[in-house]
């Protein structure tokens, strides 16, 4: 079993985006926050269901363990 797997299987998490995302909503520029809340759907898959900029609100709404906020890794390095 590989390390995403044993950190993620069945589990709900939370993915570290490294800085807040904004988005366009009826032409007003929204902030959504940096933090994605991934819960588990059938076959081994997650959805996100929830995106905050408070990581400590997001842990304790979804009784998430540190070890299980995730930082988003990309080609550049990781961020944050």
């Known amino acids: ?3 995403w797997t044993r950190l993620t299987a ?3 998490f939370i993915s570290d985006l490294g800085e807040n995302q904004t ?3 009826d032409g ?3 902030e959504i926050g940096r933090f994605a809340v991934w819960a588990p759907v059938p076959k081994g898959n997650h959805n996100v269901v929830e995106v905050g900029s408070d990581v400590v609100a997001l842990m304790h709404k979804y009784d998430v363990p540190a070890e299980r906020v995730l930082r988003l890794l990309t080609n550049g390095g990781c961020h944050g």
Do not use: G, H
Request: a negative charge.
């Open 1 to 3: 079993m590989d390390e």
């Open 10 to 12: 069945n589990r709900v």
């Open 23 to 25: 988005t366009e909503i």
């Open 28 to 30: 007003v520029k929204t």
